[in-house]
C-alpha cells in the first residue's frame, strides 16, 4: 500500500482528529514527510484539517476516481468485515489503476492482461473516448459522471473449466445487482438478461465480457462494466432509454437532488462482485436462481434476433448455465446463449 493510501485509510477509520504522531507512527512516516503527504492530498482535492493540539481529520474528498482511495476504502472494509467475522474481500481490485482518459478500458485491460496481469487487475477511467457495448455499439462515457472500469480475470486459477466461462455473465449481472441495491436502499435492481441492469425500467449498467483462449497460459476474460451514476440527463438517442444511479435516489419528489459519491460505488461493487466471485466454481446454482428472480423477462413474451432470423417466444425462465429458456410459438423449448432480446410489442 502507497504511504497516501495509508493516510487515507487510517483517517477513513475514525470521526475523531488523528493526532500527528499517533498518525504519523501508524502510516510509517516521520511527522515531515507525513506533512509533505497530506499537501499532495490537499492539493489533489481532499479537505483535510490540521485542528490545532488536536491532530489531522479528513473532511473532504474530491469527485474523482483515485486509485490510493479505493485502495484504503476496500482495506477499511475488510479490517471491519474480519472484525465482524465476515470473510475479507481477497481479490478483486487487489490492484487498481485508474486513468484520466483512455480509448476503452477493456483494451487497456486486455493489453495488461496480454502481458501478464494477475487475476483482480481492475482499470478505471474518468473518461473513455471510445468505450464500447455489445454488439459493436457505442458506449457513451462522460467524463467524471460515470464508473466506466475493467477487470481481468483468470478463471481457470478458479477452476472453472473453460466451458464454464459463460457463467461470468451471470455473476457479473448479479454482482452489479446486488452492489446497486446496497447503493440505493429501497431500490430494486432487476436484470435484463443476459446481462443489463435497469432501475425503475430504465437501463444504468451495461456489461461487456471479452475473453481470450490460450491453452499455454489458461487464458483471461476482461469483465468492462459500465455504471452511470450521476448523469442528470443523457444524449437524446438514449434518453428514453438510460437512467443513471443519482436518477433514483432519494425520496419521490427529490429524486436525483444528491450526487452520489462514485468511489463509494465502486467499493460496493468490487466488494460485491469478490464475494460472489468466489462462489461461481461451486454455487453456481445460487447465483443462477437470482438472477433468474431478478430477470425482467421471464413470463414476458420476447423476441431475439437471433443468426436464423427472428425468434418469437415466452421467457420461461434460466437453464443451470444462466441461458435462456425460450417456448417459442410452436411450443418448442429453446436454449439462447446470447444475443439481443427485446420485449415483444404483439
Ligand atoms: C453494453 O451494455 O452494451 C455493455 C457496455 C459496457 C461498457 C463498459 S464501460 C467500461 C468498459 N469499457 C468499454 O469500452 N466498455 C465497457
Redesign the pocket.
Known sequence: MTPDARILLALRGTDRALAVSELAERVELTPGELAVRIDGLVVAGYGVELVPHIGYRLTATPDRIIADDLIARLARLALESEASGAAPGAMIGREILVFQETS???DVATRMAREGAGEGLTIFAEQ?TA????LG?R?A?AAHEGL???IVLRPSQVGLEAGDWSRLTTWAAVGVARALEAALPGVRAAIKWPN?LYLNGRKAV???IESVADTATGGFAVV???VNVNQMEFPTELADRATSLRLNQGQQGKLGSEPLDRQAVAVLLLRHLDALYSQIGSDFATIVAEAERRSVLVGRWVEIQTGCGVLRGEAMGLQPDGSLRIRGEDGVITSISGGEVSVAKW
Open positions: 476503452s478500458t477493456n473513455q468505450g464500447r457495448g455489445r455499439r458506449w462515457s466506466w472500469f475493467s443489463d451495461g456489461i461487456l468492462g462494466i459500465g
